[in-house]
């Protein structure tokens, strides 16, 4: 019973390839993230979206499309990979209730560009 | 431009005693504060939190302090225990942006 899960977990690819990560969560969240930790481990915000429509982008390339075909769903899709797209890309949820705001992540994608 | 600033990236501490972490952040906008613990290999996985109309929030051997005049915030865990070793990140938000920016973490070690 997995909140929010990621797949696939590791990703090894050649520069230059199109590669998908998806993420869903079952907790019935309205806003879902995806978020890059770099080699120096800085967790950085890409993307946002609430309810199935796109709030935050965060001056990521336009190489990375987010798609949300539900609330459940938050797919990432890398066109064209680079090297320094190398990295842990986390999915995460959340929901605002009684003035609290809690982010659910999952796994991770351990993505590595060759 | 790091809004958000963790400047020990590791603490060591012993076993039951108290450990201490600490957050600066920038952005006066910030008005919702959250704590994050990380394992190896894992996601983030949330701790606690606290408003910016609080000084205070307990759960547990977890407390978090806010000192807004100071933009400072510390997660003090009591008692320190094995398991408490991992990575701690904290992170803000300004309430309805959908926008958290993260610390870089530090990593504490509770030694037995």
């Known amino acids: 019973d997995t909140a929010v899960s990621q797949t696939p977990k590791y990703l090894v690819t050649q520069m230059g390839n199109d590669k998908s990560i998806k993420c869903e969560q079952n907790?019935?969240?309205?806003?879902m993230y995806w978020y890059k930790q770099d080699s120096k481990k800085f967790l950085k915000i890409m993307f946002s979206?609430?309810?199935?429509?796109?709030?935050i982008n965060e001056t990521v390339p336009n190489r990375f499309s987010p798609k949300s075909p539900d609330k459940a769903h938050l797919n990432l899709h890398i066109n064209s990979l680079e090297l320094g797209d190398s990295a842990v890309y986390f999915c995460?949820?959340?929901?605002?209730?009684?003035?609290?705001?809690?982010?659910?992540f999952g796994p991770g994608t351990r993505l590595l560009v060759l | 431009d790091q809004q958000v600033k963790q400047n020990s990236p590791s603490l060591s501490v012993q076993e039951g005693r108290i450990s201490i972490l600490n957050c600066d952040y920038t952005?006066?906008?910030?008005?919702?504060f959250l704590w994050y613990k990380k394992y190896p290999a894992e996601g983030p996985t949330f701790l606690i939190s606290?408003?910016?109309?609080?000084d205070k929030n307990e759960d547990g051997r977890f407390t978090v302090f806010l000192n807004k005049s100071a933009k400072h915030l510390s997660l003090h865990i009591v008692p320190s225990q094995p398991g408490d070793s991992a990575v701690y990140f904290c992170?803000?938000?300004?309430?309805?942006?959908?926008?958290?920016?993260f610390g870089t973490g530090t990593r504490l070690k509770v030694l037995a």
């Open positions: 995460a949820s959340s929901q605002w209730t009684s003035g609290r705001e809690t982010q659910y």
């Open positions: 907790l019935g969240h309205d806003t």
């Open positions: 979206y609430n309810n199935k429509e796109l709030i």
């Open positions: 606290i408003s910016s109309i609080k």
């Open positions: 952005n006066s906008m910030f008005d919702y």
């Open positions: 992170a803000a938000t300004a309430s309805g942006t959908y926008k958290y920016i």
